[in-house]
């Protein structure tokens, strides 16, 4: 089965810093991936979603990239700001049939943006 | 539009007890999804309703669990008889579509403490 692969060590950068998440993933490649915040107490939103055939997606600060070679998505936050601070989380579906409406998530990676 | 709402927020409760958690998805909404978070496995899909059918319930731990989707703006998930490893944060999600063409919509989850 699919198994979603994140950094369980917290990171912690400084303000005006870039912030980049990794989420790896074995076995097959999902044909999206998508990215979500998590802040405590609360249920994660929706950031980004990002399909096979696109190799980078923007939004205002946030950037994420998809290597489908080497199973693995990035997810920056440029200029990071304390409100940054949160849980991200990144979520796949379970096989490789994408019409499931199933979706897999990572365990999350807290980012930590220091003033 | 209020969003994913979810009832109770906290419910703490005694091994043997019944627990039923309800949720309201977001109106005209056809998917919805019931998910559990817990510092060990992280966020689970437990069941998932499309126009108020269960599609894929491959994730519910065990007989003790019953989900249902009488009408579309209403969900129950049912705990009996509840135990202390069921003690955890179940989230209830709902999305326009299926999630590789859309985001999904948490609810800010009830924390469940089974004693």
């Not at chain 1, 304390?82 to 999350?108: E, H, M, R, V, W």
């Not at chain 2, 703006?73 to 999630?99: G, H, N, W």
Request: aromatic residues 10%; proline residues 6%.
């Amino acid at each position: 089965s699919q198994k979603i692969e994140q950094n369980s060590e917290a990171l912690n950068i400084q303000e005006g810093k870039t912030a980049t998440l990794t989420c790896n993933y074995t076995n097959y490649s999902p044909a999206y991936l998508q990215w979500y915040r998590q802040d405590p107490g609360r249920g994660p939103v929706f950031l980004l979603l990002i399909r096979e055939n696109e190799k980078e997606k923007r939004k205002e600060r946030l950037k994420v990239t998809f290597d489908t070679t080497l199973k693995q998505s990035l997810f920056h936050i440029t200029a990071s700001q304390p409100a940054d601070s949160a849980t991200y989380l990144c979520a796949l579906p379970p096989s490789s049939s994408s019409n499931t409406g199933k979706l897999i998530f990572g365990q999350g990676t807290t980012l930590q943006v220091k003033p | 539009d209020a969003g994913v709402i979810q009832s109770p927020r906290h419910e703490v409760t005694e091994m043997g007890q019944e627990v039923t958690l309800r949720c309201k998805p977001i109106s005209g909404h056809d998917y919805l999804f019931w998910y559990r978070q817990t510092m060990m496995r992280g966020l689970e899909l437990l069941i998932y309703f499309n126009n108020n059918v269960p599609i894929d319930d491959s994730g519910m731990p065990e007989d003790r669990f019953s989900a249902k989707m009488p009408n579309a703006s209403f969900s129950t998930l049912k705990i009996q008889p509840s135990e202390p490893r069921d003690s955890a944060v179940y989230f209830c999600a709902s999305s326009l579509t299926e999630a590789y063409t859309g985001e999904l919509f948490f609810g800010e989850g009830s924390r469940l403490t089974v004693l």
